[in-house]
């Protein structure tokens, strides 16, 4: 009987299949190695395939489009109500199968190549400067063993402790000198290593004329922009601003019942790092909110005049997530004056 719906648990060498025929009836269960993957779905009759977004899965989605199939990705918490039994690779491809048949799932799209080089950029960049900050707090806790504090501030320890080094008053033992020392040019070569890596991001932001766009945003930047262009891909595959924002964690969690609306903090999820992008740029422009004339300043500044600062950043990195989809989806240029009575002008 044909095979209408398959579901892959994903795995670095062995792969769980469950597929199943238009009445969602079993037709088979079994497992493949990587190399057997290619040879099997390529002489399968076009079908819908469900994978969950995990390592890998781009990859396989791309792959398997291109052998006629239907690919859909979902998000793991997603399919976990939809695991029958304990959790074994058999009971996880068939819960795959059954979520990626539900008219109502939410799917996560799929990346292409140029996308993932991109965001591998990103990826390795923040890694780096993660590292460099853990580099800086190292080299000043141990200077604090000996009484000598340096301020916060990566530039501070650039400043002050070659200073410290060669101060011959202090009580630092020789081979202590030489250890911070070597500490130092761990911390330029982490610093060279991130500028080398933003160079390239820069260089491929002025290349994409969708990031160029979102980079007209206030709070926005050509890493933000880039992140966002990279991560998003088809902007319309969200129905509108807020779902986007939701997306990124940057809309209320609800705790309500019985029609009593009950609103908390943001949701927080979604991407991390996109959602700590925007409310850093928003964070900048609240700093350099002087410009009276500029609408987005003036919008963020009556709203630190009632608010503390950091429910004002949230506030405008949601208003500019909304932004980036109306910008990506209708394929706009930013107009910093625009309201709903400009539309059309």
Known sequence: MKV??????????????????????TVFKKQLRRDQMAEFFVNLPGCLIGMEACG??????????????????????????????????????????????????????????????????????????KARTAQANQIRGLLTEYG?????????????????IEDASNELPGSFRLLIQRLLDHLKELDTQVDELELQIVKWHRQSSASGKLAQVPGIGPITASALVASLGDAKNFDNGRQLSAWLGLVPRQHSSGGKQNLLGISKRGDS???????????????????????????????V????????????????????????????????????????V
């Open 273 to 303: 790092y996109l959602r700590s992008l925007l409310i850093h740029g928003a964070r900048s422009v609240i700093y350099n909110g002087k410009d009276k004339t500029n609408p987005t300043c003036k919008w963020i500044n009556e709203i």
């Open 305 to 344: 005049s009632r608010r503390n600062n950091n429910v004002a950043a949230v506030a405008l990195a949601n208003k500019n997530a909304r932004i980036v989809w109306a910008l990506l989806t209708h394929d706009r240029e930013f107009r910093p004056d625009y309201t709903r009575e400009t539309v059309g």
């Open 56 to 129: 890998g899965a781009h990859y396989w989605a791309r792959k398997l489009q291109g052998f006629g199939h239907t690919v859909k990705l979902m998000a793991p918490q997603f399919v976990k109500p939809y695991v029958k039994t304990n959790k074994n690779d058999a009971a996880d491809a068939e819960a795959i199968c059954e979520a990626v048949a539900r008219p109502n799932m939410r799917f996560v799209p799929t990346k292409d190549v140029e996308q993932q080089s991109v965001l591998a950029l990103h990826t390795v960049r923040q890694g780096f400067v």
């Open 148 to 164: 000598l504090i340096v301020p916060q501030g990566i530039w501070h320890i650039a400043k002050k402790v070659p200073e410290l």
């Open 4 to 25: 209408s719906t398959v579901g892959i648990d994903l795995a670095k060498n062995v792969f769980q299949l469950h597929g199943v025929n238009e009445l969602g009836k």
